[in-house]
């Protein structure tokens, strides 16, 4: 279906044509003064200086044939020749009507759907998820969403970290505990996680054991069959235990593939590298050295002197395999931002090989959780807070706020339990996801759980308070009807879910999920100003309770599908302890 800008930008291309007017200037935006207009035309301004011609003059010829279309109320010329566009309340009502009954909420497929590869897992084998793991996960799986609800092919891959040296000083570790990996079948997660740490201990204080553990690693990767059937228990049991924590974040990965699948497309690189001229050896190591044009960039390893290669190729190799197996047109990668310069120097590598031609890559890279020191975020000890006791946390501060089970009809322990799981989980969501992807941001735990101010359980609790007039509306045999603008609450809440397409297209674009956060919470303030003002099923006259039934309907869709795009759910009822 076609929005309201969509049909005023159809209008004025019409205009411009006939003008004989550059038709890429016909365009509106929402108005920077709602009070004047809904929307505001700043075509006259880019044409001025080709047109040769006042912009305010330019301005006017258009407001002519503007001001007789019958869906525009009023249409004025504002400064220098900025268009103000008010429209007629039929014209918004009838748009909002076609709106509701399309299933996409106005929000139109992409007319060229893009095979997306997104990569914003990252884990490590055995490493429990931390704090840390918290942005990719959450920017990540908002992201994928956006990006299929658009209508383009998305595969989403966790790229786990099993194939790298501290896969050595693991095995190494074992070694030296057990003396041989005979024990190595009853390791859980806890386990390997406790030998990793005295492994990492170890090597830091020992360069021998560092040595070994290096030696180790390049062993594995060169198929030593023991080592290579101990890394496969050790790999098994980590993506057991981060399936679990992502499945809670529902972070959802078709490819569950490793730095470990890339390895025999690293010597490819390093073939095709030789062939094309582009590497050289220095001091023993393999490299390729990065032009100089804007900064200084430090070369890439992708043979390390000890033979190995270097950590650089794995990503290198999966950007080949992602082209030659997957047919990427675009790889996103959903990474914190300080390891910018990794993938400046990873990209420009794949693009001299020659490696994905025409395909986009993209990192999108995301700031730090910080705590109150303004530092990443640690426990009381000093550590780094694994992710499970995060949402430990926030679970607890949320039971404090529910009822007992059983103290509400229909809410047993399973019920109660339920609900506390989804209120904490978009209490961490949406504070990470109002947040610029870029910025780094305070987590505090008194804070992000409210159930007021910008906060996930408030968008929760707004769709829950749509969802008990829908079912006294329902009990009391009322539907909803046509609907119609009658008070300006109705209308500024309308012209907000209009810009529902709008916010979703922003987000993906810029690969920015908290555009919609933003819109969601703002959407949420508007409805909750129009219920104070417009009643709804006390409204005498019934044309009017009708169409402002449809309208809430309408709001709580846009609501969920936009809590939907940001990974969180919204329960049909939210309780709070009296």
């Not at 390895?263 to 582009?278: F, N, R, S």
């Not at 007039?469 to 809440?493: C, Q, Y």
Request: hydrophobic content about 40%.
């Amino acid at each position: 279906m076609r929005t309201l800008e969509k049909k005023l930008n159809e209008k004025l291309t019409e205009i411009f044509e006939n003008l004989n007017l550059d038709t890429d200037a016909a365009y509106v935006k929402r108005s920077d003064r709602p009070d004047l207009s809904d929307f505001q035309c700043n075509g006259a301004l880019a044409l001025a200086k080709t047109m040769k011609c006042p912009p305010r003059q330019i301005a006017e010829s258009i407001l002519q044939k503007l001001q007789n279309d019958p869906d525009i109320e009023s249409v004025s010329v504002d400064g220098p020749g900025f268009l103000n566009i008010k429209l007629k309340n039929d014209f918004i009502s009838k748009t909002l009507n076609e709106m509701a009954c399309d299933e996409n909420l106005g929000c139109e497929k992409v007319e060229s759907p893009k095979k997306i590869v997104m990569d914003f897992g990252g884990p490590n084998v055995a490493k429990a998820l931390h704090v840390g793991h918290l942005r990719s996960a959450v920017i990540g799986e908002s992201l994928r969403r956006i990006m299929c609800f658009l209508g383009h092919n998305v595969i989403s891959d966790v790229h786990f970290g099993d194939w790298g040296t501290p896969m050595g000083m693991i095995l190494s570790q074992i070694l030296e505990e057990d003396g041989d990996f005979s024990k190595v079948d009853t390791y859980n997660i806890d386990d390997i996680s406790a030998i990793y740490k005295r492994a990492n201990a170890r090597c830091k204080e020992d360069e021998k054991s560092a040595e070994k553990a290096r030696l180790i690693t390049s062993e594995l990767q060169n198929g030593n069959a023991e080592y290579q059937k101990a890394w496969k228990r050790l790999r098994e049991v980590s993506v057991e235990a981060v399936k679990e924590n992502y499945d809670e974040l529902s972070a959802h990965f078709d490819l569950w593939l490793g730095e470990s699948d890339a390895h025999p497309v690293c010597q490819q690189v390093v073939d095709i590298a030789q062939k094309e001229g582009l590497s050289e050896v220095d001091d023993g190591a393999t490299i390729i050295r990065l032009p100089q044009a804007n900064k200084p960039m430090p070369p890439v390893i992708l043979v390390k002197s000890d033979g190995g290669f270097g950590y650089q190729l794995t990503d290198i190799a999966t950007i080949k395999m992602r082209y030659d197996d997957l047919k990427a047109d675009q790889i996103i990668y959903v990474v914190d931002k300080r390891q910018s310069l990794h993938f400046e120097q990873v990209f420009q590598v794949a693009e001299m090989l020659k490696l994905a031609p025409n395909t986009i890559l993209k990192h999108v890279g995301f700031g730090t959780v910080n705590g109150a020191d303004g530092k990443p975020f640690k426990t009381r000890d000093g550590g780094v807070m694994n992710l499970k006791d995060l949402i430990s946390l926030s679970k607890e501060k949320v039971r404090l706020s529910m009822p007992k089970p059983g103290e509400v009809e229909g809410y047993g322990e399973p019920e109660i339990e339920k609900l506390i799981f989804e209120v904490a989980m978009a209490a961490i969501k949406f504070q990470d996801l109002k947040s610029n992807v870029g910025s780094g941001y305070i987590f505090d735990l008194e804070d992000f759980a409210k159930f007021e101010g910008k906060t996930g359980p408030y968008i929760q609790y707004a769709v829950a308070r749509i969802n008990s007039i829908l079912r006294k509306a329902a009990l009391n045999g009322i539907e909803d009807g046509e609907i119609i603008i009658h008070a300006d609450d109705e209308r500024s809440l309308a012209l907000k879910i209009a810009d529902f397409e709008n916010t979703v297209i922003r987000a993906a674009e810029i690969y920015e999920p908290s555009i919609i956060a933003d819109y969601v919470y703002n959407l949420a303030q508007i409805f909750s100003s129009f219920y104070n003002t417009c009643p709804i099923l006390s409204e005498p006259d019934h044309a009017l309770l009708v169409s402002r039934l449809r309208l809430a309907r309408l709001t709580r869709d846009v609501l969920k599908c936009s809590l939907y795009l940001l990974g969180i759910e919204a329960p049909e009822k939210m309780l709070k302890s009296n």
